[in-house]
């Protein structure tokens, strides 16, 4: 199992036999969806082990700044309320107790593991709560008053003032088959049709849609299911890498840059075209499926256009150099 630790928290190995579950040892780093807050009620002497009878969690967030990271990534460990929120949430344990909010340097180490989560973990979700943080309270339906208010400050400090979503936006919404696309470059989830960013998707990751937005933007089933309408753009999907050409066509390529018109094809439909003699030669030139037929004079006065004649001109005595498939003997 590849194991992620993050290299600016301080590593302090817990006991791995308090975490997995059965046929559930471990997760890939895609099924991390949210971080699940908690308050320690208690202080770092405490927090240290990185975990009790009974229970553990992955970091350990110290009011004095250092945050404490005992479990790799891809172990789920036992303190957010269940099977399910344990192998979707990473657990943080933050100092100090009730009636204590978090101070400037826990904040700035929340906000720092999220960014790295965000970046790490492809489906993370945005920094609101609810979402991309959740709480042990929460995900417990109120049987516990952890983490008792003490995180509203990394809340607030993620707080953006969005412009409101106009009623009639779902209007230009529609459902389509859900699949799963590939960001081929990083792409903005976005509010629409506001256009404020939300956060940052890397190139690579894997999204699973089932909307579309006025033909331009995906809205992931995640953001159908919620009617949230937060989208990305279409064309962060589409491979921007050409199709390779098909064999027969790369061995032509390279008789033509042999020849020294790199741009020249004599072919069409994979078929080498016989040009006519001189002093007139047709031919076919472009790439994919674009292509355009021209047709040169041997006796143009243009030189360059000459010398393109008399290099296709050259064609039919060279096609013992071409492979089989293209005509060659």
Avoid at 13 to 31: I, M, N, V
Avoid at 257 to 272: N, Q, R, S
Wanted: glycine share 8%; aromatic share 8%.
């Amino acid at each position: 199992m590849a194991e992620t630790w993050l290299p600016w928290c301080q590593k302090r190995p817990g006991d791995r036999s308090r975490t997995g579950y059965f046929l559930k040892s471990t997760r890939s780093l895609a099924e991390i969806r949210y971080q699940v807050n908690h308050s320690a009620e208690g202080w770092e002497a405490y927090l240290r082990a990185g975990s009790a009878p009974g229970a553990s969690w992955t970091f350990s967030n110290l009011q004095g700044g250092k945050m404490y990271q005992h479990y790799p990534l891809e172990l789920p460990t036992w303190t957010s309320g269940g099977r399910r929120q344990n192998i979707d949430g990473l657990a943080v344990e933050h100092e100090g107790v009730a009636g204590q909010l978090l101070n400037a340097a826990q904040v700035t180490n929340d906000r720092r593991l999220y960014e790295d989560l965000n970046r790490l973990c492809p489906n993370m979700r945005i920094p609101r709560l609810g979402e991309g943080f959740r709480e042990h309270g929460e995900l417990t339906n109120g049987a516990t008053a952890c983490p008792s208010g003490r995180i509203q400050p990394l809340y607030d400090s993620y707080a953006v003032v969005q412009p409101p979503t106009p009623p009639n936006v779902w209007d230009d919404i529609v459902t389509i088959p859900t699949k799963q696309v590939t960001l081929y470059v990083d792409a903005n989830l976005r509010t629409l049709p506001a256009g404020v960013n939300i956060k940052t998707l890397p190139k690579g990751t894997v999204l699973t849609v089932s909307g579309r937005y006025k033909n331009s933007h995906y809205l992931t089933k995640y953001s159908m299911d919620n009617k949230k309408s937060n989208g990305f753009a279409i064309s962060a999907t589409i491979d921007p890498t050409p199709p390779p050409l098909p064999p027969e066509e790369d061995d032509m390529m390279k008789y033509v840059a042999f020849k020294g018109f790199k741009a020249i094809y004599a072919l069409a439909g994979g078929e080498l075209i016989h040009v006519p003699n001189p002093p007139v030669m047709s031919y076919q030139m472009g790439a994919g499926n674009s292509w355009s037929h021209e047709t040169h004079d041997v006796n143009d006065p243009d030189p360059a256009k000459k010398a393109l004649a008399r290099a296709l001109a050259d064609l039919p005595t060279q096609f013992g150099k071409l492979p089989k498939a293209l005509g060659g003997v």
